[in-house]
């Protein structure tokens, strides 16, 4: 079966074909135009979707050597994310899948940040604690089998990303901040500063990061930041803040995995390319642990996820007319069901 996947979330245009599990091409197309905002500004975002995504969608059959004659079902990220960018890619795929008379099917980011860990033979084991780290979301999820899964924790205000992003920005560095954080803290001392973490009474696995990212903040001021600044306060203060957050997600994520009695953890969504983050669950094989992360081309924003999703939720469900007239009903979404994942 070929799959072909748009995923228009946020602001990478991406487009993929798979046959059956299998990633034949996956060509992202990151948005560089937000960098000077420090942000992404959603008009612009949606704008440049347009702009992109019947290229990318050709370049990625291109590259797989597949014609739109070989396609068998389209799969399109309907949820969660900016509504402009998403109505785009979701509009595109519903149109072709339309055209070519193939069933469409709409596809949950978080649910394919989750399944990403599926890509290219990785196989992690029921039942297994997924953590999701993004730039939008933080969290852990008990996963029983394919679409059997239910949230056990989420983050309370920001997510892990953003938290990476924000105080990037706080020291000057480009945007989006994680990889650049995460690149100055390996010459940084990460027992430079004590970040203090959150501890959220009553509710076990869920997490705050906006009180580590504000004590960054008042600390560089009371540092007189700006004054005192050099190459390497900013590695040492990248890799405590990198500390202090990575803590935290494995210290949740262990909780939640003794608690249920599960050894397999699977990390996966942007931040998974974080080199702290893997170097500090991988060690947990010592203690009888599995721990699958993506590879990195499958961490941050990517359709080959998407259309990995599509193809486990069609292959996986009883009727298969439920993916013809009445998919293409599906309305986009932008904020995540926390009650119906
Ligand atoms: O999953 P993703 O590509 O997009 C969303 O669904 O949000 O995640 C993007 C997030 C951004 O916040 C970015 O700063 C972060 O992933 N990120 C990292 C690293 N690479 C990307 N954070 C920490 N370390 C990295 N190496
Ligand atoms: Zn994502």
């Not at 959603?42 to 059959?61: G, Y």
């Not at 994310?81 to 596809?107: D, T």
């Not at 920005?169 to 100055?184: F, S, T």
């Not at 942007?270 to 500090?280: I, P």
Request: net charge neutral; proline share 3%; glycine share 6%.
């Amino acid at each position: 079966m070929n799959i072909l996947a748009v995923e228009t979330s946020c602001d990478e245009t991406s487009a993929s074909v798979l046959e059956n599990d299998k990633v034949l091409s996956n060509i992202v197309s990151s948005q560089i135009s937000h960098n000077k905002f420090g942000g992404v500004v959603p008009e612009l975002a949606s704008r440049e979707h347009l702009n992109n995504i019947s290229t990318i969608v050709t370049k990625s059959l291109d590259t797989s050597s597949k014609q739109f004659k070989d396609i068998d079902i389209i799969a399109a990220t309907c949820e969660p994310g900016l509504i402009g960018s998403l109505l785009i890619g979701m509009n595109f795929a519903k149109s072709l899948a339309f055209s070519l008379n193939v069933p469409f099917i709409s596809v949950n980011h978080i649910q394919a940040h989750l399944y990403s860990n599926f890509l290219n033979g990785q196989k992690p084991e029921f039942p297994f604690i997924g953590l999701i780290v993004s730039g939008g979301h933080t969290l852990l999820i008990l996963v029983e089998n394919f679409f059997r899964h239910k949230i056990i924790g989420y983050t309370l205000d920001d997510a892990a990303g953003e938290a990476f992003d924000k105080t990037a920005k706080l020291l000057g560095l480009g945007y989006p901040g994680g990889h650049h954080i995460d690149r100055l803290a390996k010459t940084g001392d990460r027992n430079f500063h004590k970040f203090p973490q959150t501890i959220i009474k009553d509710s076990k696995y869920n997490f705050s990061f906006s009180g580590i990212k504000t004590s960054v903040l008042y600390y560089l001021r009371k540092i007189n930041f700006d004054n005192v600044k050099t190459d390497s306060l900013i590695s040492d203060i990248a890799a405590s803040f990198q500390e202090a957050v990575t803590d935290s997600l494995l210290y949740n994520t262990l909780e939640a995995a003794e608690a249920y009695g599960v050894k397999i953890i699977s990390v996966s969504g942007g931040v998974s390319a974080n080199s702290l983050l893997k170097e500090k669950f991988e060690k947990l094989t010592a203690s009888g642990y599995k721990v699958y992360f993506p590879k990195p081309e499958y961490a941050s924003d990517n359709a080959a996820m998407i259309g990995l999703t599509g193809y486990l939720k069609y292959i996986h469900s009883k009727d298969k007319s439920e993916f013809n007239l009445e998919s293409f009903n599906y309305l986009a979404k932008p904020k995540l069901d926390y009650d119906n994942f």
